[in-house]
């Protein structure tokens, strides 16, 4: 059975605070994500990585940074984490083959309250 | 930019049909629908090629219209757990590893 874990559910965390969020897949997958989500704004990709220590920006890339030294872990860091990014983060990964994009397989998410 | 989907809410009763509709302002290569049932991760439906491909995942089905840069979702005789919030992921071809997501439309199935 195919596997995309978070590291934590729930994260609370203070304004300036460094956040690290981890992202594992069992499915050995090229490719890896990061999305917010926020009630009526959808899913949003903030950085993408398509092999190790590639990676590109997505759509809202500002205060976040990311990190793949191994293809099946994906961190998402906030260097110094404020208020508007309070939201919904998923992780998700999927396989390219001969230049397809195929199914993107989501982790359960982390809910990231900063205070 | 992200798609439009429309409606964004629907609220159905069992046994009923719903059309959800994905329009984007680029062409595109493929579509790809997911749905996310509430408190958890979205899951896979399915996913048109370029060439007016129709599939289907037990009576849901959908199309693509690659002219038109449009897609659209049909949810057919709907059962409760079909309630959720739909996603449509654009994705451009040309090499490209990312999906561009609409805001959604969220689905209500009353009995």
């Known amino acids: 059975d195919v596997k995309v874990t978070q590291s934590s559910r729930y994260l609370v965390k203070r304004t300036g605070e460094k956040v690290f969020l981890e992202c594992v897949q069992d499915?050995?997958?090229?490719?890896m994500f990061w999305y917010r989500q926020d009630p009526g704004l959808g899913l949003r990709l903030i950085y993408f990585?398509?092999?190790?220590?590639?990676?590109e920006k997505g759509d809202i890339p500002e205060g976040y940074s990311v990190s793949r030294e191994k293809k099946e872990r994906f961190s998402l860091i906030l260097e110094s984490a404020s208020t508007n990014q309070t939201s919904m983060y998923l992780c998700?990964?999927?396989?390219?083959?001969?230049?397809?994009?195929?199914?993107?397989?989501f982790g359960p998410g982390t809910r990231l309250t900063v205070t | 930019q992200q798609p439009v989907q429309s409606p964004q809410a629907v609220i159905l009763r069992e046994g009923e049909d719903a059309v959800i509709n994905c329009s984007s302002s680029?062409?595109?290569?493929?579509v790809h629908w997911y749905r996310q049932k509430h408190g958890e991760a979205p899951v896979f439906l399915m996913i048109?090629?370029?060439?007016?491909e129709q599939k289907g995942h037990d009576k849901i089905s959908a199309s693509f219209n690659e002219k038109k840069q449009q897609s659209s979702l049909y949810l057919t005789a709907s059962q409760l757990s079909y309630s959720g919030t739909y996603f449509c992921?654009?994705?451009?071809?040309?090499?490209?590893?990312?999906?561009?997501f609409g805001k959604g439309t969220k689905l209500s199935v009353i009995p």
């Open positions: 998700a990964s999927s396989a390219t083959r001969s230049g397809k994009n195929y199914e993107q397989y």
């Open positions: 499915m050995d997958h090229e490719n």
């Open positions: 990585s398509y092999d190790v220590k590639m990676k």
């Open positions: 680029k062409a595109l290569y493929s």
């Open positions: 048109l090629l370029k060439g007016g």
């Open positions: 992921g654009t994705d451009p071809g040309a090499g490209s590893y990312q999906l561009t």
